[in-house]
Structure formats: structure tokens, C-alpha cells
């Protein structure tokens, strides 16, 4: 047996006199030095509590490392702004702010503000779409109804889109949100240009990116809803696995949204590796309340206290904290802090016996068991007094089993935690920190019972109101019932502002739109819990929503979905692959490389083709020659495409050319003979066709400027220039794939109709047009009977009409104290719109010649006016400034049409019926301006000063636009030829004279 350690000996009487002057502190060091027990000497129950002090100021210093930790790391990523300061404070937090997110919503609100200061004239509401997954009650559809509802009050008319129908149909049809049912299939027929914005409510709705993805629906706004961490699980072991595709496709999913909404802080952490600066929070679900009441309904508390050990009679404290260290460091360090404060009330009130604490934090898995039972057994609890479950587990009877519960985390809170909200939606009285985030709902002793960080002794006298007689006290019943009724629709108001902030922030409405009302209109301040309440209490169906805290509950459908999709290409490379992909790519040294390689393969194969030509070879006979020609032709499937739809035209009077401008569109487009597409991108026309390539034709439309202020204008330009080269048929027509996407397309019957009303000579020169500018408010009363220009003027923003008459007027030189504006008279007639009409070909060359001039007028008129070439008069969103002289070119046929004295039908796309309208004998013309013969002129003109350079403008749009002709150019064009011809027969000559003198010499075989 080992000898104690000897005792130091003790001061002496003079020492201790000399010391005294330093007052009670270190009079109570010394004593404290002389009472210090000796190895093998008995522990007293004081000392261990002294023990646990120092323990829980261990587990605080740990905490706040843990926490630095943390913050740095995020820091490094660059997503996110963190406190400045280095060193973790008491109480203080890791805040998620989106920095440059917030200053595009700062600024979208600003435009907003301006616009509502400013007159508008809008004839229709903002639409949205909403794309769901299914139509199931639960707590998710909840969600959307109550914001459906809400943004309703604003103005606003939502669309909604199911991938698969079911029982919530009826919901959504009470509130007047139509419901269209996509189906599981890939084929998405939604002309998602025709709303403002467009949302996603799940992940599970992410079948619909693709089709968003590709222009052009590329351009419209999209909100992500992401209600849960389910994905984060997943591409945690893809990155680590190497799946380099399942990773990349989710981050281009992520990226092409603008917006990111998660309903907690801690999914953006969770996600941080698919963040590209578009992430947002907005707080509040009715899923914590939702899972509580279903969980009620199916469990009692007396069978899950049998179930987890407890007796009905044990006072059992339930401690819960933050969820952003539950996975890095034990949730232990609470306890140490915590109970011993909860001791004092313990041996004032007698609980030892049957005081029982469970901490909820971490996962299953995690090693924290040990540590519980030893500070269990330091601070003098019996064995199982302390126990440890995993958020992973059975998440709602731990809570429901409580008759306390403690928020037990020392870290601020952006929100307020969701697992207070479901212990509160339980009728559990809560003891909660004095954060703001908290307390903003919860007021003390009314709602909960609020303790200070600062001060941890206020804990054991908020625990000592709660207990009485060994039972929770009246007051602690009546602050559970006061918090349950609090928990059921605490964060609706907020979230439904917040979410109305948002959309004003991000969306953007068009001139035609009503502008939303001011959130301050909102009157929904709970969650829609009437409009499930009739049908949950008769079928009692609440289905299995746990929400974020039950991670067992959330569905692999759409992982699982694209793990299967992608079987092969997930397999690839390196495992060491870091979040970013970047080895991915390749760098510029190896596309350098890669030129060289492809530099020398190029010289050697030149260098064989030069020395294969000057070897004899064997030709063979002519059969074998015309049979190679022949296999070659057949490998050239493109070609031999494009003249099968030759043939298929050839003896048809008439052509109608679709116009689109991206892949999206493909499956809008029509087929047969009688339709051919014509792309306004070279890299989105559509493989094995013979669609028309309309940059290739006219080369201003390679830039993206004039692309987006024509729009599909620039397609009708480009079939014009040199027509004879692609059209050659007395008839030509036009349509945009809007109109299929609006189902105003043409049906069988109507093609039928339309070809037999053009074979009919009687008619003379008409125009036949199937797509009315009002399609979009047809049941909007107020635009019923409206003349011409004032829909021109609500298209564009207000300025259609004066801008036409200053264009027109600068057209043709006409004085000001003249009215330049052409009357359209409202006579209730129906108008062309979306480029969708039918008319003879020489009449389209001359509508042409008309639509050049006076673009060219109003662009000079722009660039006059505006300093900013960028900017447009014509629009009020972004996009319609983008796209600045599109909508009004959709109405210039009309004007032309009108006082060019053709005669106009309307045909009903869908039953074929067949009217004149704004009969001739009726109209008041301008038809001088119109005639050939002045537009002749005053194209030629315009051609001989494009010749001679004689316009002083710098960004001339007119000999951009099409051909420039005039008899100068045809002269000089003769001459060049004659010219050409003759140095031709000149060479001809020399070359025989030179043969003659000196005979026929053969080329040397190399320079040597």
C-alpha cells in the first residue's frame, strides 16, 4: 500500500497576522489550502458540486471554441457575413446574412416604390404559378394555402400545377387557385413566360427545373420553398464518393433559381456546398404544430412513459438547445450549467426521488449515454435519472412524455426554435432564455418562463414557480395552455409578410399588370387551419408530416429519383473531389494543349491529303464513282432532311413559319408539311429538321442587342432578305410558339378552313390572323370595347401612342402642326397580335419595306431622346426595356394592314369560324402613306445613303435590317461582273499565248 502524500505544514501565527490585511478572500484560500483532503480521504456532496461548477465553466470555454470554430469556417466560404469580432461572447450567435441578396431585394423594393408613385395602366392582376408535388393534406399544403390566400388579398392570381392530383384538389379550387395536373411524365406543356413569377413548394417539384433552365423560360423569376434537410444527407456522400453528376445537376438546379427559401437557419448550413449567394430564410412552418397534433391523436402519455421507463409520478425536464452543434460537440455542457441550479429547488422542494431529466440533442449513434450517467452520478442522481435521445428518434414522445421543458442552449436564435414551438403545441410549460428572438412571442409567466443567461441564477427561481407539492402549480398549467394556443399560429403573420416582402423584391410586373397591393393590406394573421379543420375532425386525417426535427419521416423520392436516372455517369473520377468540382474543368494550360494536339493532327492530315492527290490511283468506272457520290449524300442526313421538307412543300400555296428562340420550346412546335421552324439561336434549333437558321440570314441578329429589341420580328426580317433563296410560294404566314403555348394555335379544322379561304380569289389581297391582342384579359370587362391605341399604350407602359406618332412623323417628314398618329377607330373588332397571321408573299415584301423604315425611325428616335442606349421608354419592367420595341412590332401589321386597304379576317383557331373585320367601307385610311410607290422611294433613298455613308448616325439600323438596293448598287453590280468577265477571258488568252511559246510545263512535285 502506497504512503499518503505528507502534509504541507501549516502557517504560522506572524505569517497569517501578515496576511490578514488582504481581507476574507484570502483568508478563505488559506483555509481552503488547509482543508484540502488527503488522498483516500471521504468526498462530501459540497465538493462534488463545486466539482460540477468547474466542470460546466470547462463546457462553456469549450462551447464558445466550438462556436469560433464554427464562424470561421463559415466565414471562409464567402456566402456569409459574421460578427466581426473573433472572440465568441456570451449568448452571442452565427447569424446567416445574405448580404448581396439583401441589396438586390433592397433595390427591387425601391423600383417598386417608384412604380407605385408613378401612373400605371394596367388592365390585369400579377399572375404566379405554384408548382407542387401532389395534392395531400398536410402541413405543407397548409402552408401554401394560407399564403395562397394572403397573396390573394394583394392582387395577385396564382396558378397552381400538381405533379399528381389527390384529396387537397377541392381546397385550392374554394380559394379560386385552378389546379392543372402535369402528370409524372417529363412532357411539361406550361408557357411559364405568361407570369411574373414562378414557385416551387418542395424538392420533390424539381422535375420542373429542367424545362425552366432552357430559354426561354430561363428569364423568369423562380422561388425554391425547401422545407427540409433530406438532400444535405445525400450530398454529403456523393461528394465523398465521387458521383461528380448527382452533385452538379443538383447545383445547376440550385443555381438557376433566385431565390433559395428555406423555413429554418439551419438548412442554408446544411446546403452551404449548393450555395451560390441566393439563399433566404424565412421562418415560420405549421409542421411543428401539425406533427403534435397528429401525434396526440395516435399516442398517449401514460403508455409512452411505460415505454421509455418513467413512472406517471416522476417529474421529468426535458432539455433541448441549439441544432447547429448537435452533430459537432455534446449537448452535455448544458447540463452541467443547468442542473446543479435545478439541484437547489431539489432539496428545497424534496424532488429528489422523482426529478428526472432527458436531454434531446445529437443523433441516436452519438456517444454522449456515458457522459449523462457520470454527471448523474457526480451531482448525487441515481442511476437513470439522466438519459440521452437523438433527434433522430422518436422526436415528439420525448417532448410529450415532459413535464417541464428547458431551452437549455446559451446561443442566440435568428427564429424562434421550432422545438419550442411543438413542446408548446404539447401544453408543456417552457423555460426559455431571454433572447429576442424568444421573447418577442413569449412573454414571462403568460406564455412561458423566462430565465437570463447572464445571470443563470433566475433559472432556479423561474423552475421554483413551476413546482408545487411535488406537481407542476396551477400557474405552470395555465402558462401551458396560454403557450399551446400561442404555438398553433405564432409565426403565420411574419411569415406571410416576410413572404410578400420577398416576392416584391424579386419579381418584376410588366405594364400591362396592376401593381400588388402594400403588405400593410394583409389580413390572414394565422395559419388556413379552417379550411382542413371540418374535413381532419370528420376523417381524422392528418398525414405523416414531422417536419425538420423528425429526420426519419422526410422521403427519398426525388434523390432516389435521380440516383436511378444517372446510374452510370455517377460513377466517375476522383473521390477526392472537393464541393466545388473544380477538377472537373479543365484549366486554361490543358485547352492550350488541346490546340496544339489538334494544330498538328490538322498539318499532318493536310500533309496526306497533299501527297494522296499526286499519286495515280484507280478511280474504278463510273458505276462505282456515282454509287459513292450517292453514299455520301445519304450520310449527309441534314441535307438530305432539309429536302425531303422541300418536297413536302412542293404544289403547297402556303408556308407558316414558327418562330422560337429556344430548345424550351421544342415540344410547343407543330408538325407537317404546312409548318417549318426558324430559330432565333443557332445553338437551339432543333436537330433532323429543316428549321430555318435566321442569324445565318441576317447577321444583326448575332447581336444579342438586336436580337432582344426585335425579338421575333428579327425572324420575319431575316425570311425576308433575299426570300426568293428559302421562299418561293405565293403565300407566307407566321406564328409564335406563344400560341401553342396559350392553346390559340391552329386546330385541324381551322388549317382546313384557312387553306380553302386562300385558294379563294374573291377575297383579293387579305390578311387572315388567328391570335387577338387580347387574348390574356378576354375576361377583364374593363378592356372590353377599348380602341387600338390605348392597348398599345397598355402594353408599353404608357407611351405606345406618342412614340408612334413621333416615330411616323420623323418617318415621313411631316410638320408638327399636323397629327401624325393614324386612327384606328374602335369600331369592336378584334386585333392581330403574337405575329400569328397569313398573308400573299409580295404583300409581305411590302409590308417589310414598311416595318424597316419605321423601326429605323423610331430607334433614331430613341438613341435622340435617351442618352443611355440601354434604355427604353417603351417598358416598365427590366425585361420589357430588355425587349424594347418587341410589343409594339407585334401591333405594327395591324396599322399596316388597316391603311393599306388589305381586307383582315379573324379566324377562330379552334372551331374555324371565319370573319371580316374593320370592313374597308368602313375604315378612315391614310392610305398615302402607304402605297408602294412612296415606300419604294423612300427605300431606295435610304439605300443610296447607306452607299455614299451619308447618315451621320453611328448605329444605323436600316441597312441592318435587310437588303440595300437602289439602280446605283445594280449598276455597280453589272459593272463588277463585266469587269470580272473580262479579266477572266483576258487570263484565258495570255494563258493559251504562253502555252504556244513555250509548251506546256508540269508543276514541280515539291520547292526543291
Given at each position: 500500500?502506497?504512503?499518503?502524500?505528507?502534509?504541507?505544514?501549516?502557517?504560522?501565527?506572524?505569517?497569517?497576522?501578515?496576511?490578514?490585511?488582504?481581507?476574507?478572500?484570502?483568508?478563505?484560500?488559506?483555509?481552503?489550502?488547509?482543508?484540502?483532503?488527503?488522498?483516500?480521504?471521504?468526498?462530501?456532496?459540497?465538493?462534488?458540486?463545486?466539482?460540477?461548477?468547474?466542470?460546466?465553466?470547462?463546457?462553456?470555454?469549450?462551447?464558445?471554441?466550438?462556436?469560433?470554430?464554427?464562424?470561421?469556417?463559415?466565414?471562409?466560404?464567402?456566402?456569409?457575413?459574421?460578427?466581426?469580432?473573433?472572440?465568441?461572447?456570451?449568448?452571442?450567435?452565427?447569424?446567416?446574412?445574405?448580404?448581396?441578396?439583401?441589396?438586390?431585394?433592397?433595390?427591387?423594393?425601391?423600383q417598386l416604390d417608384r412604380m407605385r408613385s408613378e401612373e400605371k395602366l394596367g388592365v390585369r392582376p400579377p399572375r404566379l404559378a405554384l408548382i407542387v408535388e401532389n395534392m395531400r393534406k398536410d402541413s405543407q399544403t397548409l402552408?401554401?394555402?394560407?399564403?395562397?390566400?394572403?397573396?390573394?388579398?394583394?392582387?395577385?392570381?396564382?396558378?397552381?400545377?400538381?405533379?399528381?392530383?389527390?384529396?387537397?384538389?377541392?381546397?385550392?379550387?374554394?380559394?379560386?387557385?385552378?389546379?392543372?395536373?402535369?402528370?409524372?411524365?417529363?412532357?411539361?406543356?406550361?408557357?411559364?413566360?405568361?407570369?411574373?413569377?414562378?414557385?416551387?413548394?418542395?424538392?420533390?417539384?424539381?422535375?420542373?427545373?429542367?424545362?425552366?433552365?432552357?430559354?426561354?423560360?430561363?428569364?423568369?423569376?423562380?422561388?425554391?420553398?425547401?422545407?427540409?434537410?433530406?438532400?444535405?444527407?445525400?450530398?454529403?456522400?456523393?461528394?465523398?464518393?465521387?458521383?461528380?453528376?448527382?452533385?452538379?445537376?443538383?447545383?445547376?438546379?440550385?443555381?438557376?433559381?433566385?431565390?433559395?427559401?428555406?423555413?429554418?437557419?439551419?438548412?442554408?448550413?446544411?446546403?452551404?456546398?449548393?450555395?451560390?449567394?441566393?439563399?433566404?430564410?424565412?421562418?415560420?412552418?405549421?409542421?411543428?404544430?401539425?406533427?403534435?397534433?397528429?401525434?396526440?391523436?395516435?399516442?398517449?402519455?401514460?403508455?409512452?412513459?411505460?415505454?421509455?421507463?418513467?413512472?406517471?409520478?416522476?417529474?421529468?425536464?426535458?432539455?433541448?438547445?441549439?441544432?447547429?452543434?448537435?452533430?459537432?460537440?455534446?449537448?452535455?455542457?448544458?447540463?452541467?450549467?443547468?442542473?446543479?441550479?435545478?439541484?437547489?429547488?431539489?432539496?428545497?422542494?424534496?424532488?429528489?426521488?422523482?426529478?428526472?431529466?432527458?436531454?434531446?440533442?445529437?443523433?441516436?449513434?452519438?456517444?454522449?449515454?456515458?457522459?449523462?450517467?457520470?454527471?448523474?452520478?457526480?451531482?448525487?442522481?441515481?442511476?437513470?435519472?439522466?438519459?440521452?435521445?437523438?433527434?433522430?428518434?422518436?422526436?415528439?414522445?420525448?417532448?410529450?412524455?415532459?413535464?417541464?421543458?428547458?431551452?437549455?442552449?446559451?446561443?442566440?436564435?435568428?427564429?424562434?426554435?421550432?422545438?419550442?414551438?411543438?413542446?408548446?403545441?404539447?401544453?408543456?410549460?417552457?423555460?426559455?432564455?431571454?433572447?429576442?428572438?424568444?421573447?418577442?412571442?413569449?412573454?414571462?409567466?403568460?406564455?412561458?418562463?423566462?430565465?437570463?443567461?447572464?445571470?443563470?441564477?433566475?433559472?432556479?427561481?423561474?423552475?421554483?414557480?413551476?413546482?408545487?407539492?411535488?406537481?407542476?402549480?396551477?400557474?405552470?398549467?395555465?402558462?401551458?395552455?396560454?403557450?399551446?394556443?400561442?404555438?398553433?399560429?405564432?409565426?403565420?403573420?411574419?411569415?406571410?409578410?416576410?413572404?410578400?416582402?420577398?416576392?416584391?423584391?424579386?419579381?418584376?410586373?410588366?405594364?400591362?399588370?396592376?401593381?400588388?397591393?402594400?403588405?400593410?393590406?394583409?389580413?390572414?394573421?394565422?395559419?388556413?387551419?379552417?379550411?382542413?379543420?371540418?374535413?381532419?375532425?370528420?376523417?381524422?386525417?392528418?398525414?405523416?408530416?414531422?417536419?425538420?426535427?423528425?429526420?426519419?419521416?422526410?422521403?427519398?423520392?426525388?434523390?432516389?429519383?435521380?440516383?436511378?436516372?444517372?446510374?452510370?455517369?455517377?460513377?466517375?473520377?476522383?473521390?477526392?473531389?472537393?464541393?466545388?468540382?473544380?477538377?472537373?474543368?479543365?484549366?486554361?494550360?490543358?485547352?492550350?494543349?488541346?490546340?496544339?494536339?489538334?494544330?498538328?493532327?490538322?498539318?499532318?492530315?493536310?500533309?496526306?491529303?497533299?501527297?494522296?492527290?499526286?499519286?495515280?490511283?484507280?478511280?474504278?468506272?463510273?458505276?462505282?464513282?456515282?454509287?459513292?457520290?450517292?453514299?455520301?449524300?445519304?450520310?449527309?442526313?441534314?441535307?438530305?432532311?432539309?429536302?425531303?421538307?422541300?418536297?413536302?412543300?412542293?404544289?403547297?400555296?402556303?408556308?407558316?413559319?414558327?418562330?422560337?428562340?429556344?430548345?424550351?420550346?421544342?415540344?410547343?412546335?407543330?408538325?407537317?408539311?404546312?409548318?417549318?421552324?426558324?430559330?432565333?439561336?443557332?445553338?437551339?434549333?432543333?436537330?433532323?429538321?429543316?428549321?430555318?437558321?435566321?442569324?445565318?440570314?441576317?447577321?444583326?441578329?448575332?447581336?444579342?442587342?438586336?436580337?432582344?429589341?426585335?425579338?421575333?420580328?428579327?425572324?420575319?426580317?431575316?425570311?425576308?432578305?433575299?426570300?426568293?433563296?428559302?421562299?418561293?410560294?405565293?403565300?407566307?404566314?407566321?406564328?409564335?410558339?406563344?400560341?401553342?403555348?396559350?392553346?390559340?394555335?391552329?386546330?385541324?379544322?381551322?388549317?382546313?378552313?384557312?387553306?380553302?379561304?386562300?385558294?379563294?380569289?374573291?377575297?383579293?389581297?387579305?390578311?387572315?390572323?388567328?391570335?387577338?391582342?387580347?387574348?390574356?384579359?378576354?375576361?377583364?370587362?374593363?378592356?372590353?370595347?377599348?380602341?387600338?391605341?390605348?392597348?398599345?399604350?397598355?402594353?408599353?407602359?404608357?407611351?405606345?401612342?406618342?412614340?408612334?406618332?413621333?416615330?411616323?412623323?420623323?418617318?415621313?417628314?411631316?410638320?408638327?402642326?399636323?397629327?401624325?398618329?393614324?386612327?384606328?377607330?374602335?369600331?369592336?373588332?378584334?386585333?392581330?397580335?403574337?405575329?400569328?397571321?397569313?398573308?400573299?408573299?409580295?404583300?409581305?415584301?411590302?409590308?417589310?419595306?414598311?416595318?424597316?423604315?419605321?423601326?429605323?425611325?423610331?430607334?433614331?428616335?430613341?438613341?435622340?431622346?435617351?442618352?443611355?442606349?440601354?434604355?427604353?421608354?417603351?417598358?416598365?419592367?427590366?425585361?420589357?426595356?430588355?425587349?424594347?420595341?418587341?410589343?409594339?412590332?407585334?401591333?405594327?401589321?395591324?396599322?399596316?394592314?388597316?391603311?393599306?386597304?388589305?381586307?383582315?379576317?379573324?379566324?377562330?383557331?379552334?372551331?374555324?369560324?371565319?370573319?371580316?373585320?374593320?370592313?374597308?367601307?368602313?375604315?378612315?385610311?391614310?392610305?398615302?402613306?402607304?402605297?408602294?410607290?412612296?415606300?419604294?422611294?423612300?427605300?431606295?433613298?435610304?439605300?443610296?445613303?447607306?452607299?455614299?455613308?451619308?447618315?451621320?448616325?453611328?448605329?444605323?439600323?436600316?441597312?441592318?435590317?435587310?437588303?440595300?438596293?437602289?439602280?446605283?448598287?445594280?449598276?455597280?453590280?453589272?459593272?463588277?461582273?463585266?469587269?470580272?468577265?473580262?479579266?477572266?477571258?483576258?487570263?484565258?488568252?495570255?494563258?493559251?499565248?504562253?502555252?504556244?511559246?513555250?509548251?506546256?510545263?508540269?508543276?514541280?512535285?515539291?520547292?526543291?
Amino acid at each position: 500500500m502506497r504512503k499518503a502524500f505528507p502534509r504541507r505544514p501549516a502557517p504560522s501565527d506572524a505569517d497569517m497576522n501578515a496576511l490578514s490585511g488582504e481581507g476574507m478572500t484570502s483568508t478563505c484560500r488559506h483555509q481552503e489550502r488547509r482543508g484540502r483532503l488527503r488522498k483516500g480521504t471521504q468526498c462530501h456532496r459540497t465538493h462534488w458540486f463545486l466539482f460540477g461548477l468547474a466542470m460546466g465553466a470547462l463546457m462553456v470555454f469549450w462551447m464558445a471554441s466550438a462556436q469560433l470554430n464554427l464562424m470561421n469556417a463559415l466565414e471562409g466560404s464567402g456566402q456569409r457575413q459574421m460578427a466581426p469580432n473573433m472572440l465568441r461572447k456570451f449568448s452571442a450567435s452565427v447569424r446567416f446574412l445574405p448580404a448581396d441578396l439583401l441589396k438586390r431585394m433592397e433595390e427591387g423594393r425601391r423600383q417598386l416604390d417608384r412604380m407605385r408613385s408613378e401612373e400605371k395602366l394596367g388592365v390585369r392582376p400579377p399572375r404566379l404559378a405554384l408548382i407542387v408535388e401532389n395534392m395531400r393534406k398536410d402541413s405543407q399544403t397548409l402552408l401554401l394555402l394560407t399564403l395562397a390566400k394572403s397573396l390573394t388579398e394583394l392582387g395577385y392570381v396564382l396558378s397552381v400545377f400538381a405533379l399528381d392530383d389527390g384529396e387537397a384538389h377541392t381546397l385550392w379550387d374554394y380559394i379560386d387557385c385552378p389546379v392543372s395536373v402535369l402528370g409524372s411524365d417529363n412532357s411539361i406543356l406550361v408557357d411559364w413566360t405568361r407570369f411574373e413569377g414562378v414557385m416551387l413548394s418542395s424538392l420533390e417539384a424539381k422535375r420542373v427545373i429542367t424545362s425552366l433552365m432552357q430559354d426561354p423560360f430561363s428569364s423568369v423569376p423562380l422561388i425554391w420553398l425547401i422545407h427540409d434537410g433530406n438532400l444535405s444527407k445525400h450530398l454529403s456522400s456523393y461528394i465523398a464518393s465521387g458521383k461528380v453528376d448527382l452533385v452538379t445537376e443538383w447545383r445547376s438546379a440550385f443555381n438557376r433559381a433566385n431565390t433559395v427559401v428555406f423555413s429554418d437557419f439551419s438548412l442554408p448550413m446544411m446546403y452551404t456546398s449548393l450555395d451560390s449567394g441566393n439563399f433566404y430564410v424565412i421562418p415560420g412552418s405549421p409542421a411543428d404544430v401539425w406533427a403534435a397534433k397528429r401525434y396526440i391523436t395516435s399516442h398517449s402519455r401514460h403508455g409512452l412513459r411505460e415505454k421509455y421507463g418513467f413512472h406517471e409520478k416522476d417529474l421529468i425536464v426535458t432539455v433541448i438547445g441549439s441544432r447547429f452543434f448537435y452533430d459537432d460537440m455534446p449537448c452535455c455542457y448544458a447540463a452541467s450549467l443547468l442542473t446543479h441550479q435545478i439541484m437547489k429547488i431539489t432539496r428545497i422542494k424534496d424532488l429528489r426521488g422523482i426529478l428526472k431529466f432527458t436531454f434531446l440533442c445529437g443523433n441516436t449513434t452519438d456517444s454522449f449515454g456515458s457522459d449523462f450517467k457520470e454527471l448523474a452520478s457526480r451531482l448525487g442522481f441515481p442511476v437513470g435519472s439522466m438519459k440521452h435521445y437523438g433527434t433522430d428518434g422518436d422526436v415528439n414522445g420525448i417532448i410529450m412524455i415532459a413535464d417541464l421543458v428547458l431551452y437549455g442552449s446559451f446561443q442566440d436564435e435568428q427564429s424562434f426554435p421550432p422545438l419550442l414551438v411543438r413542446a408548446m403545441s404539447f401544453e408543456i410549460p417552457v423555460i426559455v432564455p431571454d433572447f429576442a428572438a424568444i421573447t418577442k412571442y413569449v412573454n414571462n409567466k403568460i406564455h412561458g418562463f423566462v430565465f437570463h443567461p447572464h445571470d443563470i441564477d433566475t433559472l432556479a427561481s423561474a423552475f421554483s414557480l413551476l413546482i408545487e407539492d411535488k406537481r407542476l402549480s396551477s400557474l405552470a398549467r395555465s402558462v401551458a395552455y396560454e403557450g399551446r394556443s400561442l404555438a398553433e399560429n405564432m409565426l403565420a403573420s411574419d411569415s406571410i409578410i416576410d413572404f410578400a416582402i420577398l416576392l416584391e423584391s424579386i419579381l418584376q410586373f410588366p405594364s400591362d399588370s396592376f401593381l400588388p397591393e402594400p403588405v400593410s393590406k394583409i389580413t390572414q394573421q394565422t395559419w388556413a387551419w379552417d379550411l382542413l379543420e371540418n374535413e381532419n375532425h370528420k376523417n381524422n386525417d392528418f398525414q405523416q408530416h414531422e417536419g425538420l426535427w423528425n429526420l426519419t419521416a422526410q422521403r427519398d423520392n426525388t434523390v432516389d429519383f435521380l440516383e436511378e436516372k444517372l446510374p452510370g455517369k455517377s460513377q466517375i473520377s476522383s473521390p477526392a473531389m472537393n464541393e466545388s468540382a473544380s477538377l472537373v474543368y479543365p484549366t486554361q494550360l490543358d485547352w492550350e494543349d488541346l490546340s496544339q494536339i489538334e494544330n498538328a493532327e490538322n498539318f499532318e492530315r493536310r500533309e496526306m491529303e497533299e501527297l494522296t492527290e499526286r499519286m495515280e490511283r484507280d478511280l474504278g468506272s463510273w458505276e462505282d464513282v456515282y454509287y459513292n457520290a450517292k453514299k455520301s449524300e445519304k450520310l449527309r442526313f441534314e441535307i438530305n432532311e432539309r429536302d425531303e421538307g422541300e418536297l413536302e412543300r412542293t404544289g403547297q400555296s402556303l408556308c407558316i413559319y414558327e418562330i422560337y428562340n429556344g430548345q424550351g420550346v421544342w415540344p410547343f412546335l407543330q408538325h407537317g408539311s404546312l409548318y417549318r421552324g426558324i430559330s432565333l439561336s443557332r445553338s437551339a434549333r432543333r436537330p433532323r429538321s429543316d428549321d430555318v437558321d435566321a442569324v445565318n440570314r441576317l447577321p444583326v441578329l448575332n447581336d444579342s442587342y438586336y436580337r432582344d429589341i426585335l425579338c421575333e420580328f428579327g425572324a420575319m426580317l431575316s425570311i425576308a432578305n433575299q426570300v426568293d433563296s428559302v421562299h418561293k410560294i405565293p403565300w407566307i404566314g407566321f406564328q409564335s410558339w406563344h400560341a401553342s403555348g396559350r392553346k390559340v394555335a391552329l386546330s385541324a379544322k381551322a388549317k382546313e378552313v384557312l387553306e380553302n379561304a386562300i385558294q379563294d380569289t374573291s377575297r383579293g389581297d387579305a390578311i387572315y390572323y388567328w391570335v387577338v391582342v387580347d387574348i390574356d384579359w378576354k375576361d377583364i370587362k374593363e378592356t372590353r370595347n377599348i380602341d387600338f391605341w390605348s392597348l398599345c399604350d397598355i402594353m408599353n407602359a404608357g407611351k405606345c401612342r406618342s412614340s408612334f406618332e413621333s416615330a411616323f412623323r420623323s418617318m415621313y417628314g411631316m410638320p408638327l402642326q399636323i397629327s401624325a398618329l393614324p386612327p384606328m377607330p374602335p369600331d369592336g373588332d378584334h386585333w392581330s397580335s403574337l405575329h400569328s397571321w397569313v398573308l400573299p408573299t409580295s404583300s409581305f415584301m411590302e409590308f417589310v419595306m414598311f416595318s424597316r423604315i419605321f423601326v429605323d425611325s423610331l430607334d433614331s428616335l430613341r438613341q435622340n431622346t435617351i442618352h443611355n442606349s440601354t434604355s427604353c421608354f417603351l417598358g416598365s419592367s427590366e425585361l420589357e426595356r430588355r425587349h424594347c420595341y418587341c410589343r409594339m412590332l407585334e401591333l405594327l401589321v395591324n396599322v399596316w394592314a388597316y391603311h393599306s386597304a388589305r381586307r383582315m379576317f379573324y379566324l377562330d383557331p379552334h372551331s374555324g369560324n371565319l370573319d371580316e373585320q374593320h370592313p374597308i367601307e368602313m375604315r378612315t385610311m391614310w392610305a398615302k402613306y402607304f402605297t408602294p410607290t412612296l415606300l419604294k422611294s423612300m427605300d431606295e433613298d435610304l439605300a443610296e445613303e447607306a452607299d455614299d455613308s451619308m447618315n451621320p448616325a453611328q448605329a444605323w439600323l436600316w441597312p441592318l435590317t435587310g437588303e440595300v438596293h437602289f439602280q446605283g448598287v445594280l449598276n455597280r453590280e453589272r459593272e463588277d461582273k463585266y469587269r470580272k468577265k473580262m479579266d477572266k477571258k483576258r487570263r484565258i488568252k495570255e494563258k493559251l499565248l504562253d502555252r504556244h511559246k513555250h509548251g506546256y510545263k508540269q508543276k514541280s512535285l515539291s520547292n526543291h
